[in-house]
């Protein structure tokens, strides 16, 4: 199925198959550092982390993802993130939300 957003069409699917993913939290500043090498004037239009990440520091090495899944007239999002120095590498449950329709 195919709708239109203003001057942009977007292609919808109508019961997909298999599982559907999205990729929570990727607005914002990421955990990628400035170049040194490129000049400040450039690297100024951007917000990015300057220097070493100071919060959790296994941060810069996970990644968060987020299955969906429908049953009946329940929607449920499980946000699961994967890390290469935690849970042996498997992915891990860190939220998730149900949302019923009445």
């Known amino acids: 199925m195919t ?10 699917m109508i019961d997909p198959k298999g599982p559907l ?19 400040q004037s450039y690297l100024s239009l951007f917000d ?9 520091p296994d941060m810069k090495n996970q990644e968060t993802f987020m299955s969906i899944t ?7 999002a499980t946000a699961y993130q994967i890390s290469k120095t935690k849970n042996d590498g498997q992915p891990y449950m860190i939220d998730q939300f149900k949302i019923k329709k009445v």
């Open 3 to 12: 709708e239109r957003l203003g001057d942009r069409t977007i292609e919808c």
């Open 21 to 39: 993913y999205l990729t929570p939290g990727t607005a914002g500043t990421k955990h990628y550092y400035q170049n040194p090498k490129l000049s």
């Open 48 to 56: 990015v982390a300057k220097g070493p990440y100071k919060g959790d």
């Open 70 to 76: 429908i049953d009946g007239n329940v929607l449920t």
